[in-house]
């Protein structure tokens, strides 16, 4: 049996091992390993210190599929939409510019049970805390060294972290790339941002209207959501949290600089813009280094083989768009690099 390790349990890490599961059944062994405490990546939902507050997607908000996508992707929509992971949104978004016939979905249970649906699906061994640090070649395996703990052997390696990430594992990686493909991952480029979730007690009134809001007139602000309408699951005890992304220029500007100082910043502008807000019980911020990608491989291919026996193969958002059908785009890549050589 093939043993195949994806590195990344973000959506397209998910999708890549749920995708796998389907094709091939009980014939593969898939091994999941990511860095993080738990899942989701940059589709990730923070819970609050205190259990009396909805939590918070302090990366992805919702998901917007195109006429396009809804059609070519729609067996990924209608899975979600079935299992409830996934519900037309109806809120009101100030500032949204969307001009064609686009539909927003949104995760009652957060942006991260996108992925534990996948995950779940995938029945794959799941490790958290497994921060690979360099992959070397072992006759016709990978070996795969992580920070803590001993090293393991696969059989074929899925790649799907940020590719700054991918450039700076140690071993065979580096020499492995051919100059183009070098040039192709050197030219990726990302945003970058900070985002806040603030926490707040029940029975917190808002005095504004909008589920999310798009701000184009502050120098650091450009978004605000309520996680809790834009949920619509106004549970009761339950208290309100609202989520403020910072805009790309703020987040290059300060991109170096630790998050405790730029918060008390994001929250001085966020007064400005909302001068009533109550006061929260508490806050959580967090820097996206790798926010969406700006700049993706050129074509976007889906995935970059590295090398075919054994198999190493990149993919995630960098290898499409910076969206959920990007990773959707890019697991099927993925995938049929993987049936091929399994
Ligand atoms: C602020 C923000 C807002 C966004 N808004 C939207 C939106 O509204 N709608 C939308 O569709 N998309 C949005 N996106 C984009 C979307 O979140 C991404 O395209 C998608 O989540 C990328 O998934 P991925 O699996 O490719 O990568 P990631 O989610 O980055 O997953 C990679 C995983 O690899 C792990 N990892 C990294 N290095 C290592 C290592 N060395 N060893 C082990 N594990 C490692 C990480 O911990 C991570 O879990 C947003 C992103 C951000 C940051």
């Not at 400005?272 to 280094?289: E, F, G, M, T």
Request: glycine fraction near 8%.
């Amino acid at each position: 049996m093939s043993r195949v390790l994806i590195v990344g349990a973000g959506l397209t890490g998910s999708l890549c091992a749920c995708l796998l599961r389907r094709e091939l059944q009980n014939k593969v062994q898939i091994v999941v390993w990511d860095k993080a405490r738990g899942s989701g990546g940059r589709m990730s939902t923070s819970r609050p210190p205190n259990p009396s507050s909805h939590s918070a997607d302090l990366g992805a908000q919702y998901i917007t599929a195109t006429p396009a996508y809804a059609q070519s992707h729609h067996s990924f929509y209608s899975e979600l939409l079935s299992s409830g992971v996934l519900q037309p949104f109806h809120g009101l978004i100030e500032g949204l510019r969307q001009k064609d016939d686009s539909k927003n979905y949104m995760t009652p249970l957060g942006m991260c049970s996108v992925v534990k649906h996948f995950l779940s699906e995938s029945g794959a061994e799941l490790f958290f805390e497994h921060h690979v640090t360099g992959l070397y070649r072992r006759g016709a395996s990978w070996e795969v060294q992580r920070k803590a703990g001993s090293s393991e052997t696969f059989d074929a390696v899925v790649l799907t972290m940020p590719v700054p990430q991918i450039l700076q594992l140690q071993g065979d990686v580096g020499q492995l790339l051919s100059v183009q493909q070098r040039q192709q991952l050197d030219g990726v480029v990302y945003s970058s941002r900070f985002a806040v979730a603030l926490f707040f007690p029940p029975d917190t009134v808002f005095s504004f209207p909008w589920v999310a809001r798009y701000v184009t007139d502050n120098p650091c602000v450009c978004y605000v959501a309520v996680d809790s309408r834009k949920r619509n699951t106004d549970a009761p005890g339950l208290g309100p949290s609202l989520v403020v992304h910072t805009s790309v220029p703020f987040g290059l500007e300060h991109l170096e600089r630790d998050k405790e100082d730029i918060q008390p910043i994001i929250l001085q502008e966020l007064h400005k813009l909302l001068p009533d807000l109550p006061q929260p019980i508490s806050i959580k911020c967090q820097k996206w280094r790798y926010s969406q990608v700006l700049t993706s491989v050129p074509d976007c291919p889906g995935q970059m083989t590295i090398l075919d026996r054994p198999l190493l193969v990149c993919g995630g958002d960098a290898f499409s768009h910076s969206n959920f059908d990007g990773c959707v785009e890019s697991a099927l890549s993925v995938l049929s690099v993987l049936k091929a050589s399994l």
